[in-house]
């Protein structure tokens, strides 16, 4: 079976952001779901081919943790999720919340980097 799965699929990282409205779980609830629903629709992936997730947010973010949210959305209860403080730079977006996911693909299959809402401007070049 892993000589099948080697063949067929690449592990690739796939990177992306949004921001939320504002620091509640609930606004914070919102742009995570988003996210990782864009996440799987834009690159077609299944459940089982999400690897791991980690997070980071900036620091005006700290009412709940982003991979909690995104554990109990979409059966991801499997997948290895990890939050991390974003670094504080001068003018960075606000409400920030940014992901690397690593995920199995198929070779042929094109990447697409979900950038939403405020991060959208973060890399213009993939929105």
Request: aromatic share 6%; with cysteine; glycine share 4%.
């Amino acid at each position: 079976m892993y000589e099948t799965m080697k063949d067929d699929y690449k592990i690739t990282l796939i990177r992306g952001a949004t921001t939320a409205s504002g620091n509640s779980v609930e606004e914070i609830e919102d742009a995570v779901v988003e996210l990782i629903e864009e996440l799987i629709s834009r690159n077609h992936l299944i459940k089982k081919n999400l690897l791991s997730i980690t997070f980071t947010a900036t620091k005006d973010l700290d009412a709940c943790f982003p991979a909690s949210i995104a554990r109990k959305c979409n059966g991801l209860d499997s997948v290895a999720f990890l939050d991390c403080q974003q670094m504080h730079v001068a003018n960075d977006v606000d409400f920030c919340i940014r992901i690397m996911a690593q995920v199995l693909l198929q070779p042929n299959n094109p990447v697409n980097h979900p950038y939403l809402r405020g991060a959208a401007k973060l890399r213009s070049d993939r929105c």
